[in-house]
C-alpha cells in the first residue's frame, strides 16, 4: 500500500467509497467480524489481519429512530431515519433514509439497499418486496 | 492505597449563566475549598473538565483558575471524556491521592453553551460520537441514543408510559432542587404531548443543553484532622469503555462500558447493588435512566422501566433514583455533571438536601457515561 494514494485504510477512502464510487467498504477480520467503520486492529478479537473488504448493498433494518431534528449537515431533510442495517453477507453499517416521517412507515426487518448519493454519508431506500429500491 | 475522601464540594444552579465559565468554574472551586476546610495550599493539583472550551473559545482553563484561586503554581489539566469529562477527572484525583502522588486536590468541572444556538449546540453534543461513522451518517445525538431505546423496546417492550415516569419523577425531583435547571413537575399527559425528536424519544424525553459548574475537594483521610463537613469515602473508583460505534457491539439494549465499570466499582468496593441506598445514573435521556439501572445490576435486563414507573426510584422508593432531578431536570452542563453528581451525594450525605432529601444516605453510587457509553466512569462512596 503506496503512502500517497491511501485507499482502504483510510477515513477518507470510506467517504469516497459512500458519496463518490457507489461502494460501501469495511473490514473482515481473522475472526469473521465484520466492521464498516475504521480501524487498525480487530474491536473484536484483537488480531491484526484485517483485510480489505466491499460489503454488499443490500441488507436489513435492525433498530432505527426518525429524527424530526436533524443536525446541521441534514439542515433541509428532516424528517428522516437514521438506521442501523446489518448487510448481507456480513457487516452492520449506519446510514439515512430520507422521506421518512413516522416510525410506522418502517420496520424492523425490513429490507433496504444503500443509494450511492451526492449528499452525506451512507444513504438507504427501502426495498418494496420483490422489487427495485423506491 | 491510601484511602481516600471527598472533603468538599459545591455547585452553581445550573441553566443559564451570565458569566464566563472560568469565573463560574473558579467561583464553585473556591466555595468546595471552603466547604473542604482545607487549606488550599494542600492542593497538589487541579484537574479541569470543560470539553466544548472551544465554544468560549477558551482551552488551558487550569491555569486561569488557579490563578484566580491564589495557586498560580500549582499544576493542572484538562481532563476530558465528553459527558463523563469530570467524573474522569474525579478518577484522576483518587488514583493520584490513594496512590500517594498527591495529598489532596481539586477537580472542577464547567460548560456554557448557552450563547449558542440550538443547532450549534446539538453538533456540539454530537461531537463526543463517531464523526465519520454516525454524525456523517445523520445520527444527532438523541438520534443514537433513540436508536439504542428502539432496540430496548423491540426485545423488553419498553413503553412510551415507562419512559415518561422517568422523566415526571426526575423533574419532581428537580422541584425541589435550588441548583437545578428545571424547578418544576411535569405531568405524563405534558410529556406524552411533547413533540417527538427521535422517535421514540420526545422532547420531554431529553436533557437540556445547560450551563453549570461544580467542584469537588478530594484528600487522604490521614491529612484531614476534623473535617469541616461530613465527608465521602471513595470506597470505588473505576472508568470503562465500550466500542465507540454502537453498530460494532453485540447488544443495543445497554451500554458494555457500565457493565463493566459496575463490576469493577462493587469489586473495588467489597459490596454489591443491595448495599447501595440511592443513586445519580446518567440520565441524558430517560432510556440512558432505565438502561444504567439495567447496566449497573439494581434490576435485571427489561425490568427497570416498569418498576420505575411503579415509583421504587422515587423519593421514597426503595432505591431513589437521581434524587437532584438528574441530567433531564438538574440540567447537563457536559463537563460538570459528573462532579455535580457527587455535589448531590455529599449533600445528601450531609442530610442538606432539603425537600428532596432520601431516608438512607449510608451508601451510594455515582454513574456518568462519555457520549453513547465509549466512556463510563462509576464511583461509590459511604460514611466513614
Same mark, same amino acid.
Given at each position: 500500500?503506496?503512502?500517497?494514494?491511501?485507499?482502504?485504510?483510510?477515513?477518507?477512502?470510506?467517504? =469516497?467509497?459512500?458519496?463518490?464510487?457507489?461502494?460501501?467498504?469495511?473490514?473482515?477480520?481473522?475472526?469473521?467480524?465484520?466492521?464498516?467503520?475504521?480501524?487498525? *486492529?480487530? @474491536?473484536?478479537?484483537?488480531?491484526?489481519?484485517?483485510?480489505?473488504?466491499?460489503?454488499? =448493498?443490500?441488507?436489513?433494518? *435492525?433498530?432505527?429512530?426518525?429524527?424530526?431534528?436533524?443536525?446541521?449537515?441534514?439542515?433541509?431533510?428532516?424528517?428522516?431515519?437514521?438506521?442501523? *442495517?446489518?448487510?448481507?453477507? /456480513? /457487516?452492520?453499517?449506519?446510514?439515512?433514509? @430520507?422521506?421518512?416521517?413516522?416510525?410506522?412507515?418502517?420496520? *424492523?426487518?425490513?429490507?433496504?439497499?444503500?443509494?450511492?448519493?451526492?449528499?452525506?454519508?451512507?444513504?438507504?431506500?427501502?426495498?418494496?418486496?420483490?422489487?427495485?429500491?423506491? | 492505597?491510601?484511602?481516600?475522601?471527598?472533603?468538599?464540594?459545591?455547585?452553581?444552579? !445550573?441553566?443559564?449563566?451570565?458569566?464566563?465559565?472560568?469565573?463560574?468554574?473558579?467561583?464553585?472551586?473556591?466555595?468546595?475549598?471552603?466547604?473542604? +476546610?482545607?487549606?488550599?495550599?494542600?492542593?497538589?493539583?487541579?484537574?479541569?473538565?470543560?470539553?466544548?472550551?472551544?465554544?468560549?473559545?477558551?482551552?488551558?482553563?487550569?491555569?486561569?483558575?488557579?490563578?484566580?484561586?491564589?495557586?498560580?503554581?500549582?499544576?493542572?489539566?484538562?481532563?476530558?471524556?465528553?459527558?463523563?469529562?469530570?467524573?474522569? +477527572?474525579?478518577?484522576?484525583?483518587?488514583?493520584?491521592?490513594?496512590?500517594?502522588?498527591?495529598?489532596?486536590?481539586?477537580?472542577?468541572?464547567?460548560? &456554557?453553551?448557552?450563547?449558542?444556538?440550538?443547532?450549534?449546540?446539538?453538533? !456540539?453534543?454530537?461531537?463526543?460520537?463517531?464523526?465519520?461513522?454516525?454524525?456523517?451518517?445523520?445520527?444527532?445525538?438523541?438520534?443514537? !441514543?433513540?436508536?439504542?431505546?428502539?432496540?430496548?423496546?423491540? &426485545?423488553?417492550?419498553?413503553?412510551?408510559?415507562?419512559?415518561?415516569?422517568?422523566?415526571?419523577?426526575?423533574?419532581?425531583?428537580?422541584?425541589?432542587?435550588?441548583?437545578?435547571?428545571?424547578?418544576?413537575? %411535569?405531568?405524563?399527559?405534558?410529556?406524552?404531548?411533547?413533540?417527538? %425528536?427521535?422517535?421514540?424519544?420526545?422532547?420531554?424525553?431529553?436533557?437540556?443543553?445547560?450551563?453549570?459548574?461544580?467542584?469537588? #475537594?478530594?484528600?487522604?483521610?490521614?491529612? #484531614?484532622?476534623?473535617?469541616?463537613?461530613?465527608?465521602?469515602? %471513595?470506597?470505588?473508583?473505576?472508568?470503562?469503555?465500550?466500542?465507540?460505534?454502537?453498530?460494532?457491539?453485540?447488544?443495543?439494549?445497554?451500554?458494555?462500558?457500565?457493565?463493566?465499570?459496575?463490576?469493577?466499582?462493587?469489586?473495588?468496593?467489597?459490596?454489591?447493588?443491595?448495599? %447501595?441506598?440511592?443513586?445519580?445514573?446518567?440520565?441524558?435521556?430517560?432510556?440512558?435512566? #432505565?438502561?444504567?439501572?439495567?447496566?449497573?445490576?439494581? !434490576?435485571? &435486563?427489561?425490568?427497570?422501566?416498569?418498576?420505575?414507573?411503579?415509583?421504587?426510584?422515587?423519593?421514597?422508593?426503595?432505591?431513589?433514583?437521581?434524587?437532584?432531578?438528574?441530567? &433531564?431536570?438538574?440540567?447537563?452542563?457536559?463537563?460538570?455533571?459528573?462532579?455535580?453528581?457527587?455535589?448531590?451525594?455529599?449533600?445528601?450525605?450531609?442530610?442538606?438536601?432539603?425537600?428532596?432529601?432520601?431516608?438512607?444516605?449510608?451508601?451510594?453510587?455515582?454513574?456518568? #457515561?462519555?457520549?453513547?457509553?465509549?466512556?463510563?466512569?462509576?464511583?461509590?462512596?459511604?460514611?466513614?
Amino acid at each position: 500500500m503506496s503512502d500517497e494514494t491511501p485507499r482502504l485504510h483510510s477515513i477518507a477512502a470510506f467517504r =469516497r467509497g459512500y458519496e463518490e464510487e457507489g461502494r460501501l467498504l469495511g473490514f473482515r477480520s481473522a475472526c469473521g467480524f465484520v466492521t464498516a467503520t475504521w480501524a487498525l *486492529v480487530c @474491536p473484536r478479537c484483537g488480531q491484526r489481519d484485517l483485510t480489505e473488504a466491499e460489503l454488499q =448493498r443490500t441488507g436489513r433494518l *435492525v433498530a432505527f429512530t426518525v429524527q424530526t431534528v436533524p443536525s446541521d449537515e441534514f439542515l433541509n431533510e428532516a424528517p428522516y431515519a437514521y438506521a442501523l *442495517v446489518d448487510l448481507d453477507g /456480513g /457487516g452492520r453499517v449506519t446510514g439515512w433514509i @430520507p422521506g421518512v416521517a413516522e416510525e410506522a412507515e418502517l420496520s *424492523v426487518g425490513e429490507r433496504v439497499q444503500f443509494v450511492p448519493s451526492y449528499k452525506p454519508g451512507v444513504q438507504f431506500a427501502r426495498v418494496p418486496s420483490g422489487g427495485s429500491p423506491t | 492505597m491510601r484511602e481516600t475522601w471527598v472533603v468538599g464540594a459545591a455547585t452553581n444552579r !445550573y441553566g443559564k449563566m451570565a458569566e464566563t465559565g472560568r469565573e463560574a468554574a473558579t467561583r464553585v472551586a473556591l466555595e468546595a475549598l471552603d466547604v473542604s +476546610g482545607i487549606d488550599p495550599k494542600r492542593i497538589g493539583y487541579t484537574f479541569v473538565s470543560n470539553a466544548f472550551g472551544v465554544a468560549e473559545r477558551q482551552a488551558h482553563l487550569g491555569p486561569l483558575i488557579n490563578t484566580a484561586l491564589g495557586l498560580p503554581d500549582v499544576p493542572s489539566a484538562t481532563i476530558e471524556s465528553a459527558c463523563s469529562s469530570s467524573s474522569a +477527572g474525579l478518577h484522576e484525583a483518587f488514583v493520584h491521592v490513594a496512590g500517594g502522588f498527591l495529598d489532596a486536590a481539586l477537580v472542577v468541572g464547567v460548560e &456554557k453553551l448557552s450563547h449558542l444556538d440550538t443547532l450549534a449546540a446539538t453538533s !456540539y453534543f454530537a461531537m463526543g460520537a463517531d464523526s465519520a461513522f454516525e454524525t456523517r451518517n445523520g445520527a444527532t445525538f438523541p438520534g443514537l !441514543y433513540a436508536t439504542l431505546a428502539h432496540a430496548h423496546r423491540q &426485545k423488553y417492550g419498553t413503553t412510551s408510559e415507562q419512559l415518561g415516569a422517568v422523566a415526571v419523577k426526575n423533574h419532581a425531583n428537580g422541584a425541589k432542587n435550588p441548583h437545578a435547571h428545571f424547578q418544576k413537575e %411535569i405531568s405524563l399527559e405534558t410529556y406524552l404531548r411533547s413533540p417527538v %425528536i427521535a422517535s421514540p424519544l420526545r422532547l420531554y424525553d431529553c436533557c437540556p443543553f445547560s450551563d453549570g459548574a461544580a467542584a469537588v #475537594v478530594v484528600a487522604a483521610r490521614e491529612m #484531614v484532622g476534623a473535617p469541616s463537613a461530613e465527608p465521602l469515602v %471513595i470506597r470505588a473508583s473505576a472508568r470503562s469503555g465500550s466500542v465507540a460505534e454502537m453498530q460494532d457491539r453485540p447488544d443495543l439494549t445497554g451500554l458494555p462500558a457500565t457493565r463493566t465499570a459496575a463490576s469493577a466499582a462493587f469489586r473495588q468496593a467489597g459490596v454489591g447493588p443491595e448495599k %447501595i441506598d440511592f443513586t445519580e445514573v446518567h440520565d441524558c435521556f430517560t432510556i440512558a435512566e #432505565v438502561m444504567a439501572l439495567e447496566d449497573l445490576g439494581f !434490576y435485571p &435486563k427489561g425490568r427497570a422501566a416498569a418498576a420505575g414507573a411503579a415509583g421504587e426510584t422515587s423519593l421514597q422508593g426503595k432505591l431513589p433514583v437521581n434524587p437532584s432531578g438528574g441530567l &433531564k431536570a438538574k440540567g447537563h452542563p457536559v463537563s460538570a455533571t459528573g462532579a455535580g453528581q457527587v455535589v448531590e451525594i455529599f449533600e445528601q450525605f450531609n442530610r442538606r438536601a432539603g425537600a428532596r432529601q432520601v431516608p438512607k444516605t449510608e451508601w451510594a453510587l455515582a454513574h456518568n #457515561v462519555g457520549a453513547t457509553g465509549g466512556s463510563c466512569s462509576v464511583h461509590i462512596f459511604s460514611h466513614r
